[in-house]
DNA sequence: GTCTATAATACGATAGAC
DNA sequence: GTCTATCGTATTATAGAC
């Protein structure tokens, strides 16, 4: 084989490309820390993944800690760019709702491992990081609307913190525990496009069931 | 000192006290497998937590993986006898129903680093030895009175492995993100009884909102 | 039943060639 | 920008004394 075909056959990751080999290791990391958290990921097995050497790693991020962080940044940066093209003080606070609920449940279905990062975050690392992230984007936007919504009368009464750990722990519980829940009923793949859309519409329906007012 | 004074001081855990020691490690492996899961565990963490060598670990469970076993399987053993000194048919579906979100919320509450056990074996063993546990129990009394009360009329028609799965993560979500969410609000310890407390009546009243049947 | 000492390996990180 | 080779240390596990 020429040099060339070699190159060619090489195409999906251009030799010498240093962001598409960036983002090769972020995805690779991302993948290995959400499984094994900070201490439990191994260096070697990104580097695997990501198709280069450990010391390739090294060379973009120095070491894993930081790494570490790059991981967690870039979810916390995607999630901000998408809420930001949404006005939703334009819409009625019912509509907002669900339209967050949605956003919330797609998200996590296209990265269905990445909860498990934050949750690594927090028991392990008791946190440290997550303040660094100004991962709270979704929350604050979340809180506007059931203040909105309870002042105009379409929501009861709610505890508004209670409230938004409710409603994003069943959004993203579901994507946490698939794994394990798959062994109690194998038949169902709870990440076919079929199941989101079922636990997205039966998600809203349980939740505007349990916040509005009613007379 | 004398010898007998240092025998006293120790009187915490006996000297060559089988049964205590064994405790002793599982509470300590427990605690850094929830942390740390399988891999990012240390031996010699759990070695320095319950005060022995790293070879008395080795000598009660063999090795690593072992122990993460015996592990997973204690929390296993005592939500079925807590389960197991209940009659829920007892009871209406809404009581029971109560009932059972009160059991699991005060569980947690008492090892609130215990789901993450399951988030870890979850993530990072796809459920392996999830399914050898048994752990079913709390589904299945959960599943039976959601079919209960849809039958007899007190609950709306409900997907029921969905809404199981929306109860148990209003319920447990709570505690999983509660280190990340404690620097969000620094001032509230959502371990204090009284927010436990504040957090069992407000996911009773939402849970029971969601899913009551309404004329 | 528990310890000390140590073997054997796994892992993160770096140096230097290309 | 990426690789090979390697250093130093951390970690699991075992052997053998008490």
């Given at each position: ?68 962080k ?10 901000q760019e998408?809420l ?28 269905p ?14 946190g ?62 709870r ?18 069931a ?6």
């Amino acid at each position: 084989m020429s040099r060339l075909g070699k190159r060619a056959a090489k195409s999906v990751r251009p030799v010498r490309d240093a962001a598409a080999t960036q983002q090769q290791i972020l995805d690779a990391a991302e993948q290995e820390f959400a499984h094994h958290g900070l201490k439990g990921a191994r260096m070697s097995a990104i580097a695997q993944v990501a198709q280069v050497t450990s010391a390739t790693l090294h060379y973009y991020f120095e070491n894993k800690e930081n790494l570490y962080k790059a991981v967690l940044q870039r979810p916390v940066d995607e999630v901000q760019e998408i809420l930001a093209q949404h006005d939703f003080d334009a819409l009625s606070p019912e509509e907002a709702l669900k339209q967050i609920i949605r956003i919330a449940i797609s998200n996590e279905a296209a990265n269905p491992q990445r909860q498990m990062l934050w949750f690594q975050e927090s028991s392990q690392n008791q946190g440290a990081y997550f303040k660094e992230c100004n991962v709270l984007t979704l929350h604050e936007y979340l809180l506007k609307v059931l203040e909105r919504g309870m002042k105009d009368g379409s929501f009861r009464p709610l505890k508004p913190f209670l409230t938004l750990t409710y409603i994003l722990s069943i959004c993203l519980f579901y994507f946490t525990v698939h794994e394990n829940w798959r062994h109690l009923t194998p038949e169902i793949d709870r990440l076919s496009p079929e199941m989101i859309e079922e636990h997205t519409k039966e998600a809203i329906a349980f939740i505007w069931a349990a916040i509005q007012q009613r007379d």
